[in-house]
């Protein structure tokens, strides 16, 4: 069974860093597409960042420069290295995997962004 | 903002059928697979429908995709109560290089 447990979310200061971890169990990780979805509160979805099996990396306008996919293929786990955060990037991080087509997603993790 | 376009809501008695519009461009449903989500309050979003038309395992066949040029539906027939939920369209764009998602719309049952 496919499953996505993302953790490391929390309160953050304008300007801090923070990353966030996604742990796989079911599949691995590097054999598929690995993506990152955000939703701030009480707003629509928002795509963040994908890495492919072959290592290419891509990132929605908003964050490139400040946000960094990667994977650990030991630990089968994704990463999101966050930096220069705004009061903007406050949401929900969902980490989803594609599978043969098919969209599998975590529960999410809250990223607060305040002073 | 959002390259595809959805409407905000759309509402239906129960037993009824509802459609879902999402309108994009060739850069994105015209030239890519378009996969749509079913998000419930409070949780995470689910794939309802992945490339154009297909039925991921153990979703329901009252749901339907289907694309013609730019623009893609998503059909609810025999609606529930339990369809009350947020729906979302997406596609990859070539243009952005990155994945799109729609407005969103949500879907009530009278």
């Known amino acids: 069974e496919v499953q996505l447990v993302e953790s490391g979310g929390g309160l953050i200061q304008p300007g801090g860093s923070l990353r966030l971890s996604c742990a796989a169990s079911g599949f691995t990780v590097s054999s598929n597409y690995m993506s990152w979805v955000r939703q701030a509160p009480g707003k629509g979805l928002e795509w963040v960042s994908v890495?492919?099996?072959?290592?290419?990396?891509y990132y929605a306008d908003s964050v490139k420069g400040r946000f960094t996919i990667s994977r650990d293929n030991s630990k089968n786990t994704l990463y999101l290295q966050m930096n220069s955060l705004r009061a903007e990037d406050t949401a929900v991080y969902y980490c989803t995997a594609t599978i043969t087509g098919v969209d599998y997603w975590g529960q999410g993790t809250l990223v607060t962004v305040s002073s | 903002q959002s390259v595809l376009t959805q409407p905000p809501s759309v509402s239906e008695a129960p037993r009824q059928r509802v459609t879902i519009s999402c309108s994009g461009s060739s850069s994105n449903i015209g030239n890519n697979a378009v996969n749509w989500y079913q998000q419930l309050p409070g949780k995470a979003p689910k794939l309802l429908i992945y490339y154009d038309d297909l039925l991921p395992s153990g979703v329901s066949d009252r749901f339907s995709g289907s694309k013609s040029g730019t623009s893609a539906s998503l059909a609810i027939s025999g609606l529930q109560s339990e369809d009350e939920a947020d729906y979302y369209c997406?596609?990859?764009?070539?243009?952005?290089?990155?994945?799109?998602f729609g407005t969103g719309t949500k879907v009530t049952v009278l």
């Open positions: 890495i492919y099996s072959g290592g290419s990396t």
């Open positions: 997406a596609a990859w764009d070539d243009s952005l290089n990155g994945y799109v």
